[in-house]
């Protein structure tokens, strides 16, 4: 059984830049969630894509957008990059889209926006 | 006020210490609760699960108080791999609210 792979694991960018990650979830998982985790703060949740389709959304601005391919594996796009989206990208693939069977995550990427 | 809230700590404690954390929660909806432990600069990983009162797996307990909203997580005998964040976790509706943890330091 495969788990949780993002990558890149990290990432320098230039602020109003464009990135891409990718995360590709556990096998039998179809659920992936995507989390922005800013030093000394909690995972904070930005997006879910459950069946390829955007299932949930946190506080984060358009210009944080996603995909999920028919794998289940995910995509997650910044534009505009700001200094304030420097931070550690987590992916979490789980069973369910409720979570009710907590999330397995990938070991993340470190974006620094400079 | 924020939907989970954890005390941030940090807690220092001597190794073979009992030490119990908190966490309050506001969605009276939520139906289930985990505890996350991160190492430092790595990805948070499942600790415990908490569906009815409560969860015990060797040294750590987790209970559940509906009435009062919270979830607490306490560690018996702690050993010196024990330090870590501990993540308080409530889902709901297809997100889950992380509180910002709390720090733990078990000391020789």
């Known amino acids: 059984e495969t788990g949780v792979t993002q990558s890149p694991t990290h990432l320098i960018k230039t602020r109003g830049q464009q990135v891409t990650l990718r995360c590709s979830s556990q096998?039998?998982?179809?659920?992936v969630s995507w989390y922005q985790q800013a030093l000394g703060q909690g995972p904070q949740f930005i997006f879910q894509?459950?069946?390829?389709?955007?299932?949930g959304r946190g506080n984060f601005p358009p210009r944080f957008s996603g995909l999920q391919f028919p794998n289940y594996s995910s995509e997650l796009n910044v534009n505009a990059l700001e200094l304030d989206d420097s931070a550690l990208y987590l992916c979490?693939?789980?069973?369910?889209?409720?979570?009710?069977?907590?999330?397995?995550f990938g070991s993340g990427t470190r974006l620094t926006v400079v | 006020r924020k939907e989970v809230e954890q005390d941030p700590g940090p807690f220092n404690v001597p190794e073979g210490a009992t030490v119990a954390f908190n966490c309050t929660y506001s969605n009276s909806a939520s139906q289930s609760f985990f505890w996350y432990r991160q190492d430092c600069r790595k990805e948070p990983k499942l600790l415990m699960s908490v569906y009815s009162s409560g969860n015990e797996d060797g040294r750590f307990t987790a209970q559940l108080n509906r009435a009062s909203q919270y979830i607490s997580l306490l560690i018996r005998d702690s050993k010196l791999s024990d330090s870590a964040t501990y993540l308080c976790v409530v889902p709901n509706a297809g997100k889950s609210t992380f509180g910002d943890g709390t720090t733990l330091t078990v000391k020789p």
């Open positions: 096998s039998g998982h179809n659920t």
């Open positions: 894509y459950y069946r390829e389709e955007e299932n």
């Open positions: 979490a693939s789980s069973l369910t889209g409720t979570g009710s069977h907590g999330y397995t």
